[in-house]
């Protein structure tokens, strides 16, 4: 029998696309995007594409394992769920009984971000059991911080609305890999009349419909916004009504910019003069404008206080006032959803340590007191994290009991004492919000779980209850939790129910008008209930209160010493058929990537006397990797750049470019700073295996 029915895409992706899951005789055979989706319109991106290899792929778990040779050789055996159930517990109990609640972490990522199973299930279990927390800020916590000392609140600009822009700005993104349906918005737009910038280190795909491009050094991006509004302020380009009405601190930063003439400018970013000022006059003269800012440069040393500078923009041209103007940041905060209830924050009283994620090597070899006990659930730390090797090597202690929960045995799950089967997307319930529209989906199970995988929900409430735990949240199902969550008293949620969600698919939240205006009546939640240029909340927490650009950590003028040795800064932005390290196992997927590839300058290139195809050791003091040389003008000099986290078992060398990423914290929320990673090139064996 053949079936097409509603799904949902469940990853790190703003465009949480509905999905037409076609089915014969209960077997997923092909993925198509949903053509009633507001946004997906009929078509899907290269990565999802390929779904069902990865749900029938030969690296999936289909029951429970335990481990039988060395940590990381991936040797298991198969056994029952009870054995492995009662193995976790009883090394939980132990744990907890020798050296404290807190000696257990979970870890978990953005393998799925569903309400259910990405966020409640996991939260709500750990809760209870006192365990240590997770600080979840490898994305985009320290770009919210910055963002929300000028605005208030992380949530931005309705992306609908990007049609009626006539300046679109894609800033540090590449929509085109990340974010494709915008794509069709931006064409929109520019049939329209729209002018659209793009601003980058790399020439990035979406260049080619660019009427701008401007290709600053990694981490000035902050300069280049102070040298905009330095024209912007001293040629009085900009709205004074606004400015008078809506701003605190003008005077303040009309001071500050003064700090940041052209020349300098031109001097930190490498964009030359003219294409500054042609840039201003673009953005003070064309609105409404619209600046979508990617996640890539907040991870950087200086990330908060980029995206905190460049947030300032909008408010001295009027943006904010218009559909289609301001600047777009994660949505989610937009979302009325009851987190400390539905995570169960009161089924642990007292608070825990709190481990910042990226900071997973160091926590397990030096944090005291120690973790002894490791579940891993939605993530591959071993390939997506940072200063990679400290991280192998806290795996592979034989002191660790590391369970993972996941769909394949990834580089993580062959550290892994336990491995527990994961259900897909395809196989279970949940409930979508995206972090790029305002809208609501519901996912349910297309096809039977395979093998004897189960849902994280299942999986934690089965725990609970072999841990002895009695609280009713533990017998809830996961329709239960969605029911709850919808249930929550909010004029934006008022008649969206389950059964409205499986009727309709996706359904937008009750926002007024065409278009959301996310600061209605130009009210910003912010202390002075302005655009706050100057931030007295800033100084009281140790910044600069006002916009400033900040030397990245590692360079010629922090580490000099360090840019001698090492002197390309190595960027690893989102590939086009991978999301993080998701479906880099996939055969399809791989062919499309072709190989592990290191894009360079050639000028870079030709001193190293390195050239395309030529295998080369990308190095420094952290870690090194094997990569295939593309050598070309697409890349600024004195950069290099790695697409996608490639598995480390599928790469040369069994180690991909994580090894050289720093676990270093930026300088807002504790963000990770992988950007910011000078490196070393060399040709190895005369440039081949």
């Known amino acids: 029998m053949n079936r097409e029915l509603r799904s949902v895409c469940p990853h ?12 014969k005789d209960g077997k997923l055979v092909k993925v198509k995007g949903d053509p009633g ?28 394992l335990k481990r039988i040779g060395g940590k990381g050789s991936g040797k298991f055996e198969r056994i029952s769920w009870d054995e492995a159930i009662e193995t976790i517990t009883s090394k939980f109990k132990d744990f907890i009984s020798k050296y404290g609640n807190e000696s257990i972490l979970p ?17 709500r279990f750990f809760n209870r059991l006192g365990a240590s927390s997770l600080d979840r800020t490898i994305c985009s916590k320290g770009g919210r911080i910055g963002y929300k000392y000028t605005l208030g609140a992380s949530f931005g600009a309705d992306p609908l609305a990007i049609p009626q822009s006539r300046l679109i700005i894609s800033w540090g993104t590449n929509p085109y890999y990340t974010n494709i349906h915008q794509i069709p918005l931006i064409k929109e737009a520019k049939k329209n009349g729209a002018y659209y910038v793009v601003i980058n280190p790399n020439r990035v795909k979406s260049v080619e419909m660019a009427d701008l491009f401007i290709q600053p050094a990694p981490g000035s991006d902050a300069a280049l916004a102070l040298g905009v509004m330095n024209i912007i302020i001293n040629e009085s380009l900009y709205d004074e009504e606004f400015v008078n009405n809506h701003t605190e601190g003008f005077e303040a930063l009309s001071e500050r910019v003064q700090e940041y003439p052209l020349d300098r400018v031109e001097d930190i970013t490498g964009v030359d003069k003219e294409t500054i000022r042609k840039f201003a006059a673009v953005y003070a003269g064309r609105k409404p404008s619209f600046i979508y800012a990617g996640s890539g440069m907040q991870h950087h040393t200086n990330g908060g206080m980029m995206i905190r500078t460049i947030s300032c923009l909008p408010g001295l041209t009027g943006a904010w006032k218009y559909p289609g103007g301001g600047m777009f940041y994660p949505t989610s905060e937009a979302f009325p959803i009851s987190w400390d209830v539905l995570e169960g924050k009161d089924l642990c009283p007292n608070s825990s340590r709190s481990i910042n994620m990226n900071q997973l090597g160091l926590t397990l070899l030096n944090a005291e007191p120690g973790v002894y006990g490791l579940y891993v659930y939605n993530s591959n730390p071993a390939a997506v994290l940072f200063n990679q090797r400290k991280v192998i090597e806290g795996l592979k202690r034989e002191d660790l009991f590391t369970v993972v929960h996941e769909q394949l045995l990834t580089d993580t799950a062959r550290y892994a004492d336990i491995v527990l089967p994961a259900t897909t997307e395809f196989e279970h319930t949940d409930l979508h919000h995206s972090y790029f529209h305002l809208s609501l989906q519901l996912n349910e199970p297309v ?9 994280n929900i299942d999986t934690f ?35 969206i129910t389950l059964e409205r969600l ?12 065409e278009f959301h205006m996310p600061y209605k009546g130009l009210k910003f939640p912010t202390p002075s209930g302005k655009i706050e240029f100057y931030s007295e909340k800033m100084k009281l927490d140790g910044y600069d209160p006002l916009p400033a650009h900040i030397s990245i950590g590692e360079g010629p003028l922090t580490s000099p010493d360090l840019y001698k040795k090492h002197p390309i800064y190595l960027l690893t932005p989102s590939a086009k058929s991978f999301l993080n390290s998701n479906f880099a196992n996939i055969p399809n997927s791989r062919t499309e990537e072709k190989r592990p590839t290191l894009e360079m ?9 390195i050239k395309t195809g030529d295998l080369v050791r990308v190095f420094n003091e952290r870690g090194e990797c ?39 914290l930026a300088d807002m929320g504790g963000g990770s700073t992988y950007n910011t990673n000078l490196v070393q090139i060399e040709r190895v064996n005369n440039g081949k295996i």
């Open 601 to 609: 300058n050639a000028i870079d290139a030709n001193k190293r006397n």
């Open 626 to 664: 094997t990569l295939w040389a593309s050598v070309g003008d697409d890349v600024k000099e004195g950069v290099a750049v790695n697409k996608g986290i490639w598995w480390n078992r599928l790469s040369p060398g069994n180690s991909n470019s994580n090894q050289t990423t720093p676990d270093r």
């Open 502 to 513: 499986r009727n309709e698919g996706a359904v937008r939240l009750n926002v007024p008008g």
């Open 107 to 123: 870890f978990s990522g953005s393998g799925t971000l569903g309400l259910v199973n990405g966020n409640v299930a996991g939260k």
């Open 447 to 455: 096809i039977e779980p395979l093998g004897e995988s189960r849902p």
């Open 461 to 495: 409430n089965i725990l609970a209850k072999s841990m002895g735990f009695q609280d009713n949240c533990f017998d809830e199902t996961a329709i239960d939790i969605i029911i709850r969550a919808l249930g929550i008293d909010s004029w934006y949620l008022r008649g």
């Open 12 to 23: 790190d992706c703003p465009d949480t696309c509905g999905i037409i899951a076609h089915v």
């Open 37 to 64: 989706h507001f946004l997906t319109r009929g078509f899907l991106c290269q990565k999802v594409k390929n779904y069902p290899e990865r749900v029938y792929s030969p690296d999936r778990v289909l029951y429970p």
